[in-house]
């Protein structure tokens, strides 16, 4: 079935730094969401990608949908200590047009 | 705009025990639906809901979970008997519909089997 990957598992960067984490399908997606939770909280939307090669920002965080539309990426710069949480991708795969299937996350610490 | 509701938000059974969890999504949403989270994992989801039919339930374990949204908007998830590797928290999203869609989360129901 399909499969979705997240590296790194962790990152802690001082804060300031810059933070990129990677997300893998194991098939072809329609779309792509990235999701933030906080510790203790529930899951947030951040954004969707749906076209190839699509780039989107949002203030310090950049977004990307590789052209094969089976990896996406977020990068956050010069990282703040609001920005600590667990960031999840989303996939929804072409084939199974309904089901969405959440990656494992990033957990990303920020040190002040 | 109200969120998506869950209750109780924490609750500890002892295993073999049953417990049921209720969910009222967002007013006008069609899709419901119930994941799993595991400490330190991403969410598993276990059913979707497109109003009151069932949408994918292939990942729900069948043989101790149920779950049901008779009128199409508020929903509960039942687990009876409980195990001790269903300790998890619980949560319940809503979207405007089904395929491609912002999901919104409710605040999780967490379960501690001992």
């Known amino acids: 079935g399909q499969q979705v990957m997240q590296i790194p598992q962790y990152q802690h960067v001082q804060e300031g730094e810059d933070f990129t984490t990677y997300c893998n399908s194991s098939?072809?997606?329609?779309?792509i969401q990235w999701y933030k939770q906080r510790p203790g909280g529930h899951p947030v939307f951040l954004i969707q990608?749906?076209?190839?090669?699509e780039v989107k920002k949002q203030k310090r965080l950049t977004f990307q949908f590789g052209e094969a539309k089976k990896n996406s990426s977020l990068h956050i710069t010069a990282t703040q200590t609001t920005d600590v949480g667990t960031y999840f991708c989303?996939?929804?795969?072409?084939?199974?047009?309904?089901?969405?299937?959440f990656g494992p996350g990033t957990s990303l610490s920020v040190i002040p | 705009e109200a969120g998506v509701a869950q209750s109780p938000r924490y609750k500890i059974i002892e295993k073999r025990q049953s417990v049921a969890f209720w969910c009222n999504p967002i007013?006008?949403?069609?899709?419901l639906y119930w994941y799993q989270q595991i400490l330190g994992q991403g969410p598993k989801l276990l059913i979707q809901?497109?109003?009151?039919?069932?949408?994918?339930d292939s990942q729900l374990p069948k043989d101790r979970f149920s779950a049901e949204r008779l009128k199409g908007v508020d929903s509960t998830l039942k687990i009876q008997p409980a195990k001790l590797e269903d300790s998890a928290v619980y949560l319940c999203?809503?979207?405007?519909?089904?395929?491609?869609?912002?999901?919104?989360f409710g605040p999780g129901t967490r379960l501690t089997v001992t």
């Open positions: 007013s006008g949403h069609a899709t």
């Open positions: 990608l749906v076209k190839s090669g």
């Open positions: 999203a809503s979207s405007v519909r089904t395929g491609g869609y912002e999901q919104y």
């Open positions: 098939t072809t997606l329609s779309n």
């Open positions: 989303a996939g929804q795969s072409k084939t199974s047009y309904d089901k969405v299937i």
């Open positions: 809901f497109q109003n009151n039919g069932v949408v994918d």
